[in-house]
C-alpha cells in the first residue's frame, strides 16, 4: 500500500503540463505572427554580409588559358593584356609558340598551373552591393530585394582595358535576392540575376 502512494505520486508529479490556449484573433481564428520585412538598408547589410552573395557569379572574376599554342582567337585579347600588363609572355618568341607567366605572376597565388597544360586566373575581381533599390514581401513569406552591384577588378582584373571580361567588369550589375525569415533573422535565400 505504501508502494503504491508513492508510486501514485510520482505520476501526479511527472505529468505533462495541460497545453495553453491558443491566443486567437476577434474573429476567432488563431493570430499569425507577422514578420515586418526588414528596410532596404538592413537589406544591404544582410545580403552584402551574406555566402550567397559571396559565392554569386564567382566564376565571372576568373579566366582560362591554354599555356600552348595555338591560342584560340577568342582568348588572344585577353592574353596580350595580360601580356601587356607584365602577367605573362605570349608570343612566337618564346620556342615552341605558348604562353608563359612573366616573373611576377610567378610567386602570385591567383596563378593557377594545370597538369592538363592550361592556367587559371582567379580572382580578377571582387563584388560590391551599391544598393537596394526595393524590398516586396512575397505571399509566401519572404521577401525579395532588388539590388545593384559592381565588379572591383584587382590589379590583375585591371589588365583588361577592352573586350568581354572589361565588359563585364564596367557594367553596373542587377540581381534579386530571396530573403527568408529563419526563425531569429532575416538571411539570403537565394540571388538571382534580373
Known sequence: MKHAAIVLLLLVGCRAPEPKPAQSSSAGAPAKQTIPPPSAADAQRIVAASAEFSDYEFTNASVTLPMKAPLPPY?????????????????AGLS??????????KGDKRFLIRPNGYVDIV?????????????????DGTVSADMTWKWIPNEVGGAFTHGPLHDRYAAPQKATARLMWDGRAWTVLRITPR
Do not use: D, F, R
Not at 79 to 90: E, I, P, Y
Open 75 to 91: 582568348l588572344a585579347g585577353e592574353a596580350k593584356q595580360l601580356a601587356a600588363a607584365g602577367w605573362l609572355n605570349v608570343g
Open 96 to 105: 615552341p609558340p605558348h604562353i608563359a607567366l612573366a616573373p611576377k605572376a
Open 123 to 139: 580572382p580578377l575581381a571582387s563584388k560590391e552591393l551599391t544598393g537596394v533599390t526595393s524590398v516586396t514581401p512575397n505571399s
